[in-house]
T-cell receptor, first 113, second 114 residues
Framework: AQSVAQPEDQVNVAEGNPLTVKCTYS??????LFWYVQYPNRGLQFLLK??????LVKGSYGFEAEFNKSQTSFHLKKPSALVSDSALYFC???????????FGGGTRLMVKP | NAGVTQTPKFQVLKTGQSMTLQCAQD?????MSWYRQDPGMGLRLIHY???????DQGEVPNGYNVSRSTTEDFPLRLLSAAPSQTSVYFC?????????????FGPGTRLTVT
């Protein structure tokens, strides 16, 4: 069975500082990896994905994520955080043969001015 | 282009009542799915469909039924509501079946069962 772990319930960072939100996964076969963001009382919005190729993928709003196969990780990063980045972030994985997308428990990002 | 729409936005049920959560999409996506979101547990897949007439169970299907008679609509039925079904429910669609496409989510339905 595939699974996703987001070890931090909350990440606090000051505006202008770099941020990292951690994600590790377990899946049979090659993974498709995704990051989604959820603002209060809204549905999830797609940020970025890794399918194949370059291990560093860039997405919306200046976010990027690094795929590390040996560590089975897909951490979300941003060089300079904004207060408006404060939201709930979800990592998700799908194996390349399946129809089911599995989500992590979510990490709340708080960016303080 | 409305994307993915869900109705109602909020609903309160008494234990044992039944109801249907509606989901509609105008993007002509073959893949549709239902998730529930509970604090600290992320999103868990209830049921999904890879096309009209085809449905399958996800991770937590008990207590829920689905059908897919058209590409556009994918209703979720609660047969006999229980307090454990208090949650926020999201419908999502995906252009590519079993593949690399990202999902598009509706705004959610907040359900409370008393």
């Amino acid at each position: 069975a595939q699974s996703v772990a987001q070890p931090e319930d909350q990440v606090n960072v000051a505006e202008g500082n770099p941020l990292t939100v951690k994600c590790t996964y377990s899946v049979s076969g090659n993974p498709y990896l995704f990051w989604y963001v959820q603002y209060p009382n809204r549905g999830l919005q797609f940020l970025l994905k890794y399918i194949t190729g370059d291990n560093l993928v860039k997405g919306s709003y200046g976010f990027e994520a690094e795929f590390n196969k040996s560590q089975t990780s897909f951490h979300l990063k941003k060089p300079s955080a904004l207060v408006s980045d404060s939201a709930l972030y979800f990592c998700a994985v799908r194996d390349n043969a399946g129809n089911m997308l599995t989500f992590g428990g979510g990490t709340r990002l708080m960016v303080k001015p | 282009n409305a994307g993915v729409t869900q109705t109602p936005k909020f609903q309160v049920l008494k234990t044992g009542q039944s109801m249907t959560l509606q989901c509609a999409q105008d993007m002509n996506h073959e893949y549709m799915s239902w998730y529930r979101q509970d604090p600290g547990m992320g999103l868990r897949l209830i049921h999904y469909s890879v096309g009209a007439g085809i449905t399958d169970q996800g991770e937590v299907p008990n207590g829920y039924n689905v059908s897919r008679s058209t590409t556009e609509d994918f209703p979720l039925r609660l047969l006999s509501a229980a307090p454990s079904q208090t949650s926020v429910y999201f419908c999502a669609t995906n252009l590519l079946i079993g593949g690399a496409g990202e999902q598009y989510f509706g705004p959610g339905t907040r359900l409370t069962v008393t």
